[in-house]
């Protein structure tokens, strides 16, 4: 079974700071997804990672797939409130469909 | 349409009840996915279609779960005696292809809450 854990869980900052979440797998993954899911609304795709070592820059956020395509972080740097919301990552298997395997999940609250 | 839509957003139904969720994709899109999310967790797999022939149900939780697209556009999935475990937000999600490196859109969901 494919497993992403991703951390924290829960992250709470003053606006300003940086902040690193986290996402890892004992699974290898032909790629990787990043989304942002406000609440009641569905998760809305930030960036795909496809090559291990891979780094894509979406303004203020860098995204980085590990060397060996089982885990991925997201760094936002001088975070604002309106990056407040549910991030989540999520895994993808060339053998198996479109079918993404999503971690728990990170709320992001950014404190004004 | 622009986007994914599902109905209804919001469902409550009295334990044993049936339901039957709505999805309709964006046009002409070939793929189409069923996620379940329960609170404060991340969206898991229940099931896939291309087209109209389902090509993955390997997530459905029971057997009282059921989904179909019979014409390869419009969806639904329906839950046959529901119970208090399958209070969650139900989430559809149709891309143009079955290529992975396509993206997948979203639909705003329908939060079902079975008492």
């Known amino acids: 079974t494919q497993l992403l854990e991703q951390s924290p869980q829960f992250l709470s900052i003053q606006e300003g700071e940086n902040l690193t979440v986290y996402c890892n797998s004992s699974?290898?993954?032909?790629?990787l997804q990043w989304y942002r899911q406000e609440p009641g609304e569905g998760p809305v795709l930030l960036v795909t990672?496809?090559?291990?070592?891979e780094v894509k820059k979406l303004k203020r956020l860098t995204f980085q797939f590990g060397d060996a395509r089982k885990d991925s972080s997201l760094h936002i740097t001088a975070a604002q409130p309106g990056d407040t919301g549910l991030y989540l990552c999520a895994g993808a298997d060339d053998n198996q469909g479109g079918k993404l395997i999503f971690g728990q999940g990170t709320e992001l609250s950014v404190k004004p | 349409g622009a986007g994914v839509s599902q109905s209804p957003r919001y469902k409550v139904a009295k334990r044993g009840q049936d339901v039957a969720l709505r999805c309709d994709p964006i046009?002409?899109?070939?793929?189409l996915f069923w996620y379940q999310q329960a609170l404060g967790q991340g969206p898991e797999f229940l099931t896939y279609?291309?087209?109209?022939?389902?090509?993955?149900k390997s997530g459905l939780p029971s057997d009282r779960f059921f989904a179909e697209r019979p014409e390869g556009s419009v969806s639904t999935l329906k839950i046959q005696r529901t119970q208090q475990e399958d209070s969650a937000v139900y989430l559809c999600?149709?891309?143009?292809?079955?290529?992975?490196?396509?993206?997948?859109?979203f639909g705003q969901g329908t939060r079902l809450t079975v008492v």
């Open positions: 699974s290898v993954f032909s790629s």
């Open positions: 046009s002409g899109h070939v793929s």
């Open positions: 990672v496809v090559t291990g070592g």
């Open positions: 279609f291309q087209n109209e022939a389902q090509l993955d």
């Open positions: 999600a149709s891309s143009a292809d079955r290529g992975l490196r396509t993206e997948a859109f």
